[in-house]
Each structure stands twice: as C-alpha cells, then as structure tokens.
C-alpha cells in the first residue's frame, strides 16, 4: 500500500478497540517470568555452551601477544576465538568500528576474545586467564581539546534529527548584534550509558552453513543485515530472533558483540553457544550518548519577538562515526528570521557514540529550553509567554511548508492551568517549605515524526482467530499490544480474537523499535496487511469488498451477513503487504510537540534537589494505546529526570575510558527520585502521518525534561548551573542564606 494522499475515514476512526487503555497481552508472561527472552527459555538450542567476552584493557593500541595457555587448560573450556582463528571478517553497515578488536584495538573494552566453556563461572575463570601484552598508543580522550580544531560536521541521527555542518537563513551576525536584548551561553552535557535493565546478550546456534540467533536487538532487519555482513555469508543463511526485549533505549539498535561473538563461538565450539556482555561492557564496549558543547545567542525585541537564534554544537566520535545532531530542534521550534546552526565533530577514542533515546533533541532542548528561560527573564517575560509569542506554523527555514499539525500552544496552555504555574512565584529563591526551597520550572517538547516503510503477514485461520506476523519488536513499548488492537480494529474482532507473532526474521521486515518510529509505521503496515485481508474475505464469501462492513465478529455486505470465520472454512486465508509513503513528509514538517512541567524542592543545607511534582502534556497525533503510552511517556519522563540531575559518565582522560562502568557507579534514577507523574494527550489526529494518523511519543516524552527540571532548580534557588547532571556541588555554595 502506498500512502501519498492524507488519509480520510477508514476502519480504524471507528475506535472500537484502537484508541482504548487496553492492558498489555504480554503482560502476564513478563509478570511470571516466562517471557522468552534472550538469554534465557529458549529450549530450542539444547546443551548450549557459554561464552564470556574479554575486554580490551587499553583504549588505543595494539597487541602484541596473547597468551591463551592457562585459559586453554582451565576446567571446562571447549574453545577461545580471537582475531587470530576467527576468520576473516567484514563490518555492519551501522557499526562505526570493529566489533572484534586485534591486533589493532579502536577503544577500552573492545571485545578481543571469548572464552567458551561448559558453565558461564567456568568461562569467566578462565577469560580471567588469558593474557594480553599490548603495545599502547597515544590516544585522543578530551572533548574540549579536540573541539578546539574540529571541523563542521554535518550529520543525520536516521530518526528524524539532522543537520548539515552549517546552516543559514538571513543574516544571523547583523541581527543579532542590532537586537536591542541579547542572550549568550555555553552549555553542556555529559557522556551518558543506556544502562537499560537487560544486558546485550544472545544464543547463537549452527546447523550447517545457516545460523539461527536470538538475541536482544530492537531492529532485526538490520541486524541480520549486519550479521551476514560481518561474517560474511548471505543473509538468508541467518535466523534473527528477539520476540522480547528488555529495554534498549537505542542501544540495541545496532548489532553488537555480543550476537557476533556468540556466533563465532558456536562456530568454534561444534554446540550453541550462550554471551551476556558483563555490566561494565555495556558502557566501554556498546554504543552511548556522546557529551556536547552547546552555544546559543539570541536577539529579541523589547515585546520578546525573535530576530536571531544561532545554536552552536560540539561533540565527538570514533573515526568514521557522526556528531551528535543537537542543534535539529533548534531549525524547527521557533519563529526568527535570522538563524544559524552549526555542528562540529572531534575524532576521540572513546567507545563509539551513536543514538541513545532521541538522538539530537534530547540534549539539544537540555540547552535550547534553559536559554529560551533566560532569554525570558532577560525580557522580563513569563517563560511561557515568550515561547507562545514565537510560536510558528511553518517551518522556519522553508515558511512554504507548513506543519502536518503543531499544537504547542495548546500544550502549553493546558499545561499552565493544570499545573498550577500562576502560583509560581517569577522571583527565584523566594518559596521556601521548612528547610526546602522550592520552584517551578517548564519547556516545551519537540520530536520530528519519521515514515518508514513497514510490512506485515496476517492469517485468518479457520477458527476465526487472526494471527499477526512482523519483524516488529517489542522493547517494552506495548507493541504487541497495538499491533492487535490495530488488526482487531481492522476485522471487527475483540482483541482476544488476534495473536501476534514479533521479532522473527523469517517474518515480512518491518520499521522496527526507535526514534518512536516503531508505532505508527508498524501499525501502518498491518493495516495495509489487513486491508488485503478483508478484500480477500470479501471474495472468498462472494461480497463486493468496496461495501463490506467487518464488526462484531461477522462480514456484512447489504442484506448479507457471515461470520468472520466462515471464509477460511476451506482452507486459512492469508494476505502480506506493506506501508510505503509518498512525499506528504516532504510537503508538510511532520513533528510532534508537548510541554513539561516540574516543580523541586532543594535542600538548603545540602544542595540535594527532590523532584516533587511533574506533568507532560503531548500532542503526537492518535494516541493508540493511552495505558500504554502513558507509560512510555512517564518512562521518558524519569530519564529525564535522570540526565538532568544524576547521569553522567565520567571519562578517564589519560587511559581514555568510561570509570564509573557499571550501575553502582553510574547513577540512574529509582523509585525513590520519582513523584507522581501525570500525562495528558491533547485529542489530535495526524492524517498526513499514515492511514492510523497516528505519530510516535516515546521520545518526545523526554525532550525537554531536563531543562525543566534545571528551570526548576534555578527558580528555587536563584542559581544557574548550565552543566548537566546539576549535581550539588555545582551550586552549594552559592545556594541562599539558610537564615
């Protein structure tokens, strides 16, 4: 199905089971533990053999020997693999470096080995055997070092976000040195680990020359893709599976050692072969979220209209890998003008950077919304005020093309009644409760929309049940859950009557799980599955398809009527198709929008801030799923409560590698940090976005978070920290008198 036209009434605007609080179908696996994940509960690959990945212990370098004699001789090893016996190999289309290190190493805890042996203690006793003599080189580990002669590097996220190294409108300078109010500052943010609950792992198994994997992956297309690539062998000869995912946040979008390693291990071994990457290799050997330098300025009239914006980003990045795309929010949020964005990359030897839970916008709007309430205060203008009076319609840069939808002034009307933000007090430091100072902080939330094409196989078996089949993952999100709702829409059934199959590569290919992509685009794809559906059924019970009304579990066409179940009665019915899109992305900026809102109280004696209230609200098109997506938005929410005041990886800049590698040492928020947090979902519907008109909202329930909690900070205490986390040292001695 090809949607290139705005998408007018169709099966799904009934709303019988799409748009409904359902509760998650997988949801009583995941309670009893019984959902199979990667590493365990899979009986398919019997009397597997675990593999344990050695890390590279230098960040630069190359080695010289390795000794694997102990290792070989300890209890229970059945083989080792090193760049040394591993064969010749290529790498992914989506890795930026090797994921098997040797002898030259790219950066700390590159995977340079695995050890397999009967039992995992036994792999790890002996991986604590091999020996490794390296030769360390010197290596580039200082972000502000190497910003210093970085060049302008442009660069896409692939979800949505990007920028070219460069980019201008009008003349920036002149406006900005002319504005009669002025506004400069330099912000940054820190390194920062998925840190997602399971590990990277996977089970890999040969038979002959074809290999089956399940592993944890968010896009199994492209990690297949990788897989094949990187071994060197055809990409039907592989089996990808992940039917569940344990978080990913995008770190699992790309293939990682762990599925690589387990497959070379098997290869070696003779027997399937189990690899979890142990937690300090999540941070040094997988992928994280970059650090960035961040400049903005901006001129305004006295009545707060903007006349220049320019938003300045640095970041850093193996060789061959991208910057951060930080400024992208900045080209499309607000109206001005003059602007300019710019980005620079520094080749660094730390792990690889790539997407980590809205790539660009997250960190961007960290800075962008904490200037804008600068900027405010510098007008004397209430923060929401300021951004309701350069609010736009149409891209900034191309006022031809207009937003599918943008309704931020809703939500930032909504949000200042519902939060109370006419009992903020505009005067920092003034609202104490005991020992508390307290405050009040807001930003706005913006997510581009991204179309991908999704396909999708659905079954209308004799008993009447619909089966649903698609190489769509589900990390967590409740995919499977609007996977049917949508299929149950499209039939008449209850959603009892549909089951759904995910995460399987001999399944049709799908948009898969990130950049919240994953919703709209896979949903669409099962409704251009169904819609081939239906038209079968139609024939097969004799009706015209263009007038057959499929409710309550029956097909009706005029004075006729069947059960459902009825066409497949001499055989099962199946129908296969995918959603393409046309150029609407391209006449309309397709984006989604919010508002967040925090109130913190801060220790006046120790400086230690307390999240005490929080609200999103969030326009994203059709919500599917409000249950569902409520908890996709409050998860967004405590992340970024978490990168506002607690994420950070601290990088050791003489042996180039992340310290605090493990989940003692970097910090993520606990049930502790979080207060109640409450959601609304503007009614909106996006018919330029896909026959659901439906938009994603994963993401956007974490733009903006940070700098609102930060506003809050700074409303309570009268102090600005403009570096991220905002840790208490970074305002406790200059945080009020406590008498």
Same mark, same amino acid.
């Given at each position: ?48 053999? =675990? ?41 992914? +289309? ?18 340079? *080995? ?20 390296? *030769? ?17 590097? $442009? $660069? ?35 390194? &920062? ?122 970041? $850093? ?104 933000? +006419? ?103 099962? =409704? ?10 139609? &024939? ?12 309550? $579990? ?111 040492? =970097? ?73």
């Amino acid at each position: 199905m090809r949607f290139d036209t705005p998408a007018g009434t169709n099966p799904i605007d009934r709303l019988k089971v799409v748009g409904k609080p359902l509760d998650r179908i997988d949801g009583p696996l995941k309670t009893t533990g019984t959902a199979p994940y990667a590493y365990e509960h899979h009986p398919e690959p019997a009397n597997a053999a =675990y593999g344990y990945v050695v890390g590279s212990a230098v960040a630069k370098g190359r080695i010289r020997s390795m000794d694997l004699s102990q290792a070989k001789a300890a209890p229970g090893v059945i083989a080792i693999v090193t760049a040394e016996n591993a064969g010749k190999l290529g790498k992914g +289309s989506f890795n930026t470096v090797k994921l098997l290190g040797g002898p030259e190493v790219d950066h700390y805890h590159q995977a340079i *080995a695995v050890v397999v042996a009967e039992t995992f203690e036994q792999a790890r006793a002996a991986a604590n055997l091999v020996r490794v003599d390296y *030769a360390r080189a010197k290596g580039r580990f200082d972000l502000d070092e190497e910003l210093k002669t970085a060049p302008l590097t $442009g $660069g896409s996220s692939d979800e949505g976000s990007s920028a070219p190294g460069v980019d201008r409108v009008g003349k920036f300078e002149a406006a900005f040195a002319s504005a009669p109010v002025k506004f400069d500052a330099t912000y940054t943010t820190p390194d &920062q680990s998925h840190a997602m609950m399971e590990p990277h792992a996977s089970i890999a198994a040969w038979d002959g020359g074809s290999l089956s994997v399940w592993t944890s992956n968010q896009m199994i297309d492209w990690g297949r893709g990788d897989l094949a690539k990187t071994l060197n062998i055809r990409k039907d000869k592989i089996r990808f599976m992940s039917p569940y995912v344990g978080g990913g946040f995008g770190g699992k979008l790309f293939l990682r050692s762990d599925a690589l390693m387990a497959a070379l291990a098997a290869r070696a071994a003779h027997r399937p072969v189990k690899v979890a990457l142990q937690r300090p290799l999540i941070a040094n050997n997988t992928t994280h979220r970059p650090a960035t330098r961040q400049r903005i300025r901006i001129g305004a009239t006295a009545d707060g209209t903007i006349t220049a914006i320019a938003h300045e980003s640095g970041s $850093g990045d193996q060789p061959e890998g991208g910057p951060e795309t930080a400024v992208n929010q900045t080209k499309l949020l607000y109206a001005g003008a003059n602007r300019m964005t710019s980005m620079r990359l520094a080749v660094l030897d730390l792990p690889e950077g790539n997407a980590m839970r809205a790539p660009g916008e997250a960190p961007g709007m960290m800075a962008l919304e904490i200037a804008m309430d600068e900027m405010a205060e510098k007008l004397g203008m209430d923060p929401i005020a300021f951004r309701v009076r350069n609010d736009t319609q149409v891209d900034p840069e191309k006022p031809e093309r207009r937003f599918s939808e943008r309704n931020l002034i809703g939500c930032l009307e909504q949000g200042r009644q519902r939060f109370g933000w +006419s009992k903020r007090n505009p005067r920092p430091a003034q609202v104490r409760d005991g020992r508390w100072l307290v405050g009040m902080g807001m930003a706005a939330a913006f997510r581009n929309h991204i179309n991908m094409p999704s396909g999708a196989r659905v079954r209308l078996g004799r008993d009447g049940i619909v089966t649903v089949e698609t190489d769509m993952t589900d990390i967590g999100t409740g995919s499977y859950t609007i996977i049917a709702q949508t299929a149950a829409e499209m039939m008449g059934l209850p959603i009892e009557r549909v089951v759904v199959k995910l995460g399987d590569s001999s399944f049709p290919v799908s948009a898969g799980s990130g950049g919240q992509f994953g919703a709209p685009n896979s949903t669409g794809g099962v =409704y251009a599955a169904c819609v081939k559906l239906r038209e079968a059924v139609a &024939q097969r019970l004799g009706y015209d398809p263009a007038n057959a009304v499929f409710e309550d $579990g029956r097909v009706r066409a005029g004075n006729r009527s069947a059960a459902l179940a009825e066409a497949a009665k001499d055989g099962e019915l199946s129908a296969e198709d995918r959603i393409e899109f046309g150029d609407l992305g391209k006449k309309y900026q397709q984006s989604t929008f919010g508002a967040h809102f925090a109130e913190v109280g801060v220790d006046s004696y120790t400086g230690v801030v307390r999240v005490r209230r929080m609200l999103a609200v969030c326009a994203a098109g059709r919500i599917l799923n409000p249950k569902s997506a409520r908890s996709q938005v409050i998860g967004a929410m405590t992340m970024g409560v978490g990168g506002a005041l607690m994420e950070e990886l601290a990088v050791d800049k003489r042996f180039g590698f992340f310290v605090n590698h493990d989940l003692a040492g =970097y910090e993520v928020p606990v049930h502790a940090d979080i207060p109640h947090q409450e959601v609304i979902f503007l009614d909106e519907t996006d018919a330029t976005a896909s026959p659901m008109k439906a938009k994603g909202i994963g993401e956007l329930g974490l733009c903006g978070v940070g700098a609102a909690v930060a506003n809050a900070v700074y409303n309570a205490t009268g102090v600005r920290v403009r570096d991220y986390p905002l840790t208490l040292e970074k305002h406790l001695d200059r945080l009020p008198p406590i008498a």
